[in-house]
């Protein structure tokens, strides 16, 4: 139960601060999440 | 025992790079290019006495197109006529305000005074940051290969001081620009450069923010057009007996164990060697012309997952007047905002509207012996076009888009433009698949942001195939003329180290 409060406390503030970033931080931010799942494959390339 | 040491597939700038430089390691090597002429998207045509360049329009750190003329016991000066360009360019912003950058330092400090004095001390910052972050990328990041961790470890142990600048590479291009200026016109000046890597100002990574400060090192023209560099890698490799073959398509890279063995053309000959490299976009390469049973799955689904970079629509005007513009490079910018807008809300939906940003390249402004007497050659590199436009395609409106950007430039840039048109062509991104062979129109071959970037780059000395080498833009360092240099020397070191 601590560790799910916990958990939900991080995510609380990542949630806030993503909301103070400026729309072109979040457009970056938002590109590299959009490709992070290939990472590993790409490793192998 | 096979026909040649080594085969390059693709005669662009890495190909032939790559070619000469494994000639003069005493290699007896083929060149095959499909296409009629050489240099990729490096390269010049001719058309009724006027020569017009493809796509590269300008050199940008020379120093590093040296050292593979160095390694051949010559140099870029006397291999290739090049002529000074200064100005580095003249931005001229929305609201018709300019602003120039010669290469003088002190020179371009004066015209951001009269622009922007608030931000002259935050220019001379980024231009601090910028001048150690250089000297600290050409001694270690340009021709050290990246293909592992252990590579990416080594190449800053090469170099400690670059990681005083780790925090450009995760950062982007507009805010390692807004952390050091504030004044939005000349923030709109230096934003189109992030174009120049193919990514808005938003996304591309910091690090490529050192490209407008870059250029006050010197920026060239290769005097007859820009195939005077591939033309010169090519003179290079020839002295040492490299054989250059045009008109050459290469379907399948034949494959035995693991390793390549040959290459099969479209009219069905087989040339085999002991050393395949590749010049060619890497995704083509390894999803349609190696058999997919030599690749494992993880490979493959990364290979796969490869976004194609922007394409960029250009149109050709011969003109029979001097166009009223100073510089050989003329940037038609919009703010830094609407440029990354542009990329979020049309280009990557599919629109391409007639207003426009770009750059005007005046190449006659740097040499006159390009065009007839008295005419001039501009070629206009416009805003990133989508390979698939909504709803119809580049093929159907090619005409209707190329009057109605001419009509813009017209009213906005180039007043009386239409009355000076001798010749006007337009090549779409759909050209640029069909005459490069460059999928989707792609100009740097694949995207460059971080999840692209070294070791999750395709490597340079394949993973998959044995004794296969890839150079060009879709591998490390990335597109680029000096980069896809840099690609070629890596892929010769390697070559001289793993297949002796």
């Known amino acids: ?45 | 025992m096979s026909d040649y040491d080594v085969i390059v597939i693709g005669a662009g700038i890495g190909g032939l790079c790559a070619g000469a430089l494994l000639a003069h390691q005493g290699r007896k090597v083929l060149v095959l290019e499909q296409a009629e002429r050489v240099g990729g998207c490096c390269s010049t045509y001719e058309l009724n006495g006027y020569r017009i360049d493809i796509g590269a329009s300008i050199i940008e750190f020379p120093q590093v197109i040296n050292w593979a003329f160095e390694r051949m016991g010559t140099t870029f000066r006397k291999e290739v006529d090049l002529i000074a360009v200064d100005p580095t360019f003249t931005a001229r912003l929305h609201d018709g305000t300019e602003i120039t950058f010669p290469i003088d330092l002190e020179k371009t400090k004066e015209e951001i005074r009269k622009l922007a004095p608030e931000d002259v001390r935050g220019w001379e910052a980024y231009a601090k940051e910028m001048d150690g972050f250089l000297k600290a990328a050409l001694d270690g990041f340009f021709v050290t290969p990246a293909r592992s961790l252990w590579d990416v470890c080594k190449l800053f142990a090469k170099t400690p001081s670059l990681l005083k600048y780790g925090s450009l590479f995760f950062g982007s291009y507009e805010g390692v620009l807004r952390k050091h200026l504030k004044n939005e016109k000349l923030l709109e000046a230096l934003s189109f450069h992030s174009f120049y890597c193919g990514l808005p100002p938003a996304i591309l990574p910091g690090h490529f923010s050192m490209i407008p400060y870059a250029e006050h090192a010197g920026i060239y023209y290769a005097r007859g057009g820009m195939i005077g560099i591939p033309l010169g890698f090519q003179k290079c490799g020839q002295r040492k007996g490299m054989e250059v073959r045009l008109n050459a398509t290469v379907e399948k890279v034949l494959v035995e164990d693991r390793t390549a063995k040959a290459v099969k053309l479209s009219d069905g000959t087989v040339i085999s060697a002991k050393v395949i490299v590749s010049d060619i976009n890497s995704k083509t390469l390894y999803t349609e012309m190696i058999d997919q049973n030599n690749l494992s799955w993880l490979a493959r689904a990364g290979y796969k997952s490869y976004r194609y970079s922007m394409a960029t629509p250009m149109i050709y005007l011969c003109l029979d007047y001097a166009p009223p513009l100073k510089d050989h490079h003329t940037l038609m910018t919009v703010p830094m905002q609407q440029m990354n807008d542009y990329w979020f809300d049309q280009y990557e939906k599919g629109r391409f509207p007639a207003e426009q940003f770009g750059i005007l390249s005046w190449t006659t402004r740097s040499d006159p012996s390009l065009a007839p007497a008295g005419h001039h050659i501009i070629a206009v590199t416009l805003a990133p076009g989508p390979y698939r436009l909504v709803g119809t395609t580049w093929d159907k409106e090619k005409e209707t888009i190329k009057q109605n950007v001419i009509k813009y430039l017209e009213s906005k840039y180039l007043p009386g433009l239409r009355d000076h048109i001798v010749h006007a062509d337009f090549s779409t991104p759909v050209d640029f698949e069909r005459r490069l062979r460059s999928p989707e129109g792609a100009i740097y071959a694949l995207r460059q942001d971080l999840t692209n970037a070294m070791m999750f780059r395709p490597s340079a000395k394949s993973k998959q195939i044995k004794r296969l080498y890839l150079v060009g833009a879709s591998t490390h360092p990335g597109g680029g003329v000096p980069t896809v240099t840099a690609s070629a020397m890596i892929a010769s070191d390697l070559i001289a180290q793993y297949e002796s």
């Open chain 1, 1 to 45: 139960m601590k560790a799910v409060r916990i958990i939900a406390v991080i995510a609380g503030c990542l949630v806030i601060l993503y909301a103070t970033l400026t729309k072109s931080r979040k457009q970056f931010i938002k590109n590299l999440l959009s490709q992070a799942p290939y990472l590993i494959p790409r490793y192998f390339t």
